[in-house]
């Protein structure tokens, strides 16, 4: 009888910590969908006044800017919370420290060498005032760079409030300073655009200052209740690098699509900065909305994942994969069916200041791409368990096939078809789905053949290598 009770008591505490640890999940994964939404509906309602102040044409010409933007953040620091994350959660100390130094340096070199690519840029897009804009944008590289250590730093330790804290902040003064800047010298088109882009780099900055109030106050406490050991530089690249290398390969398909389109819309239409201003800057903000939500997923699941891995569970890291994933997708698909039924309500809100005949194509645009709901989001979390599972160089691979088979796709169908700016969503969904569709297949059917997971230096052992050790029956190591 008293064995009887044991065991139901064993088991019950073992059904309580699963579901305690579903709950922490799901608080962590809400937190920081909640911040990535709010800062998504910020950046919506933002183009309410920046379509009304700069036109189609101005939103074009700002669009026009972020591909090289965004190539520059990626490799200064798009890869570094998730490999933060990851190395934080799976005992890592001080690896933020030697981040900061190494990704400071990388933004400030990014910074410096979009300011010195924005004469260049500018003649190969055949816009001018590009030039001016990417210099008021590039010392913002160096801001997002010590942003995104701290968010990483943070969402290793499980902790995802100063993700969604900085997110929304830095996107509650770009509207601010963007709108105000806008309508100050709305009577020059050029200069309002270049200095909304300059209210980007106002943002980042105020943003970047409370991540680090944030960071200092956090380690006073770290360091009262833990004794650190050192992360190696190695250890740092090891998970940044192929994050980097992967998120990489989005912007630059964006750049050389911008590029692409823009040439070939205008051998068919005079307004083709417009209409891509239409497809970027306007249809693609609308489908980034339930997009964001799914980020929250991918982030907060990294620490989940991670240390199942390093502890040698594979079967149940892949099993949690699964399980995101199918997550995702509960969110993705009642998204993007919203998405093509309420088109025409979201242009007539958001967009009211078009004319019929771009309000038209708009919906449209929204209505084709809404898929992208779905497949996009399917992508982000798929990559962000390759990486926690120690397989990030397969997401890497997949990412710049379907990136190099967007520009591909997006060339053809506007070159040799009648469908115009069209021809780019329907490239753009054409990758995404293929990009969903190798990732998930990698995480169920190839997990079972990737490289052990690296050894890292650590504080002391996680609860899942605890909990395995106790299984497995395995002795303590000595001053562990």
Same mark, same amino acid.
């Given at each position: 009888?008293?064995?009887?009770?044991?065991?139901?008591?064993? @088991?019950?505490?073992?059904?309580?910590?699963?579901? *305690?640890?579903?709950?922490?999940?799901?608080?962590?994964?809400? +937190?920081?969908?909640?911040?990535?939404?709010? /800062?998504?509906?910020?950046?919506?309602?933002?183009?309410?006044?920046?379509?009304?102040?700069?036109?189609?044409?101005?939103?074009?010409?700002?669009? @026009?800017?972020?591909?090289?933007?965004?190539?520059?953040?990626?490799? *200064?620091?798009?890869?570094?919370?998730?490999?933060?994350?990851?190395?934080? /959660?799976?005992?890592?100390?001080?690896?933020?420290?030697?981040?900061?130094?190494?990704?400071?340096?990388?933004?400030?070199?990014?910074?410096?060498?979009?300011?010195?690519?924005?004469?260049?840029?500018?003649?190969?897009?055949?816009?001018?005032?590009?030039?001016?804009?990417?210099?008021?944008?590039?010392?913002?590289?160096?801001?997002?760079?010590?942003? *995104?250590?701290? !968010?990483?730093?943070?969402?290793?330790?499980?902790?995802?409030?100063?993700?969604?804290?900085?997110?929304?902040?830095?996107?509650?003064?770009?509207?601010?300073?963007?709108?105000?800047?806008?309508?100050?010298?709305?009577?020059?088109?050029?200069?309002?655009?270049?200095?909304?882009?300059?209210?980007?780099?106002?943002?980042?900055?105020?943003?970047?200052?409370?991540? +680090?109030?944030?960071?200092?106050?956090?380690?006073?406490?770290? !360091?009262?209740?833990?004794? %650190?050991?050192?992360?190696?530089?190695?250890?740092?690249?090891?998970?940044?690098?192929?994050?980097?290398?992967?998120?990489?390969?989005?912007?630059? *398909?964006?750049?050389?699509?911008?590029?692409?389109? +823009?040439?070939?819309?205008?051998?068919?239409? %005079?307004?083709?900065?417009?209409?891509?201003?239409?497809?970027?800057?306007?249809?693609?903000?609308?489908?980034?909305?339930?997009?964001?939500?799914?980020?929250?997923?991918?982030?907060?699941?990294?620490?989940?994942?991670?240390?199942?891995?390093?502890?040698? !569970?594979? %079967?149940?890291?892949?099993?949690?994969?699964?399980?995101?994933?199918?997550?995702?997708?509960?969110?993705?698909?009642?998204?993007?069916?919203?998405?093509?039924?309420?088109?025409?309500?979201?242009?007539?809100?958001?967009?009211?200041?078009?004319?019929?005949?771009?309000?038209?194509?708009?919906?449209?645009?929204?209505?084709?791409?809404?898929?992208?709901?779905?497949?996009?989001?399917?992508?982000?979390?798929?990559?962000?368990?390759?990486?926690?599972?120690?397989?990030?160089?397969?997401?890497?691979?997949?990412?710049?096939?379907?990136?190099?088979?967007?520009?591909?796709?997006?060339?053809?169908?506007?070159?040799?078809?009648?469908?115009?700016?069209?021809?780019?969503?329907?490239?753009?969904?054409?990758?995404?789905?293929?990009?969903?569709?190798?990732?998930?297949?990698?995480?169920?059917?190839?997990?079972?053949?990737?490289?052990?997971?690296?050894?890292?230096?650590?504080?002391?052992?996680?609860? /899942?290598?605890?909990?395995?050790?106790?299984?497995?029956?395995?002795?303590?190591?000595?001053?562990?």
């Amino acid at each position: 009888m008293g064995t009887k009770l044991h065991l139901r008591g064993t @088991m019950s505490a073992k059904i309580l910590k699963v579901f *305690s640890g579903e709950r922490a999940y799901l608080k962590a994964a809400a +937190v920081i969908a909640a911040g990535g939404l709010i /800062s998504k509906l910020l950046g919506a309602l933002y183009r309410i006044p920046l379509t009304n102040i700069l036109g189609s044409e101005g939103m074009g010409i700002y669009q @026009m800017v972020y591909p090289l933007y965004c190539i520059l953040l990626t490799v *200064s620091s798009s890869g570094i919370p998730a490999g933060i994350a990851r190395l934080v /959660s799976s005992g890592g100390a001080g690896a933020e420290r030697r981040a900061l130094r190494l990704y400071g340096f990388v933004g400030a070199a990014g910074g410096a060498a979009m300011f010195l690519l924005s004469g260049p840029l500018a003649s190969l897009q055949g816009e001018p005032c590009l030039a001016l804009c990417c210099k008021l944008l590039s010392p913002a590289v160096f801001f997002v760079s010590v942003i *995104s250590v701290v !968010r990483g730093y943070f969402q290793g330790r499980h902790d995802m409030f100063p993700t969604a804290f900085t997110e929304v902040c830095e996107q509650l003064l770009k509207v601010l300073a963007g709108v105000a800047f806008a309508l100050y010298f709305k009577d020059d088109m050029y200069l309002a655009t270049a200095f909304t882009l300059l209210a980007v780099t106002v943002s980042e900055a105020f943003s970047a200052l409370f991540a +680090v109030i944030l960071y200092r106050g956090e380690r006073k406490l770290f !360091r009262l209740l833990y004794r %650190e050991r050192g992360v190696r530089l190695g250890d740092i690249l090891k998970f940044t690098v192929p994050v980097t290398v992967t998120a990489v390969a989005m912007p630059v *398909s964006q750049l050389a699509e911008s590029i692409v389109a +823009v040439h070939l819309l205008r051998a068919l239409s %005079e307004g083709a900065t417009s209409l891509y201003g239409l497809f970027s800057g306007c249809a693609m903000t609308v489908i980034n909305l339930p997009v964001s939500v799914a980020y929250g997923l991918a982030a907060a699941g990294i620490p989940k994942i991670s240390p199942l891995a390093a502890a040698g !569970r594979e %079967e149940e890291a892949r099993a949690a994969a699964v399980k995101m994933a199918v997550m995702t997708l509960a969110v993705g698909i009642p998204s993007a069916v919203g998405l093509y039924v309420f088109a025409p309500l979201a242009v007539n809100i958001i967009f009211r200041s078009l004319g019929a005949a771009q309000g038209a194509l708009l919906i449209k645009l929204i209505r084709v791409m809404s898929v992208n709901a779905a497949t996009l989001s399917l992508v982000q979390t798929a990559s962000a368990c390759l990486t926690a599972l120690g397989a990030p160089l397969r997401a890497t691979a997949v990412q710049w096939t379907t990136c190099i088979l967007r520009v591909l796709l997006t060339a053809l169908f506007i070159k040799y078809t009648s469908l115009s700016v069209l021809g780019a969503a329907i490239a753009a969904n054409i990758a995404y789905f293929v990009a969903a569709a190798l990732n998930v297949w990698y995480i169920i059917q190839n997990g079972k053949r990737r490289p052990r997971m690296p050894r890292l230096p650590r504080r002391g052992k996680t609860d /899942s290598e605890n909990d395995y050790e106790n299984n497995t029956h395995r002795p303590r190591r000595a001053g562990r």
